[in-house]
């Protein structure tokens, strides 16, 4: 009787140590609060610096820019994907707007795309995933060929429906009603 209450101690401290280690691992795991829901609006440029500053500031002159508001998010990164040159005066200038906010460190993707002049044409929002690599005149992203996974610029604008992983994705086109309604969708 007496080992098997030593026995059943062992295993009761044994159990109790696991758990403790469980959540203290789950704790570390969890999503710092420093960073989500404190609003601190931490902007990041990834990328040729002088080109993204003046990319930003002329979206963010638009009527909509695809921006939340200062104090609306808590991380907001400003990524160069590349350029698109289809003829000397025809090429894109493309961005990765990733948005961080909210107490449960929601993400926001959007492609934004800008012409040569770099004004901004509109951009393909809630996007799953960031790019792969851009080749050509085509933004590759890591899905199946099946499901989608390239958005071709090699037209004369860019396409207004993409599919991208199984899911159709609009170009929210600057001015549009409903780029005006989607453009800070979350």
Known sequence: MRKLRSRLVVLLTVLF???QIGLSAECSAAPSSEKCGSNQSKRILQGPEKLL???HKKAENK???P??????FDE?????VG?????????????LLTTTWGESCRTTRRLLVFNADGAYLG???????EPLKLTGSKVQFPFDESGGNVIDFSGAKPQSEV???????HFDVVGSKKSAKSSTKR
């Open 17 to 19: 140590v696991a758990i």
């Open 53 to 55: 500053s003046q990319l």
């Open 63 to 65: 009527s909509n820019p």
């Open 67 to 72: 921006f939340f508001p200062q104090g609306k």
């Open 76 to 80: 907001e990164e400003f990524k160069y």
């Open 83 to 95: 350029k698109i040159k289809l003829s000397e005066k025809d090429k894109y200038e493309l961005v």
């Open 123 to 129: 951009n393909y929002g809630s996007l799953p995933e």
């Open 163 to 169: 599919r991208l992983d199984g899911e159709v994705f």
